[in-house]
């Protein structure tokens, strides 16, 4: 019986047995926190993730209207 030894999929460095390393399919979007109130000149950050947590994590975001918000980094 053979058995591959493949990566955890979560960037742990730990191997595991015959698990694949393709990332699962997004289900949905969490931001924390579900909403803010921000005054002209105040800076919060948001955070985003992926869920389930196994799935690519990467996001874009994007401000309709730059006059009014503005993404610095992701």
């Given at each position: 019986?053979?058995?591959?030894?493949?990566g955890?999929?979560?960037?742990?460095?730990?191997?595991?047995?015959?698990?694949?390393?393709?990332?699962?399919?997004?289900?949905?979007?969490?931001?924390?926190?579900?909403?803010?109130?921000?005054?002209?000149?105040?800076?919060?950050?948001?955070?985003?993730?992926?869920?389930?947590?196994?799935?690519?994590?990467?996001?874009?975001?994007?401000?309709?209207d730059?006059?009014?918000?503005r993404?610095?980094?992701?």
């Amino acid at each position: 019986m053979e058995r591959r030894l493949l990566g955890c999929g979560r960037r742990c460095g730990h191997p595991t047995v015959g698990k694949s390393l393709t990332p699962a399919p997004p289900e949905s979007i969490e931001a924390t926190p579900s909403s803010m109130t921000l005054r002209v000149g105040e800076t919060k950050e948001l955070n985003v993730s992926v869920l389930p947590p196994d799935a690519d994590q990467t996001v874009g975001v994007t401000v309709d209207d730059a006059t009014i918000a503005r993404v610095s980094s992701i």
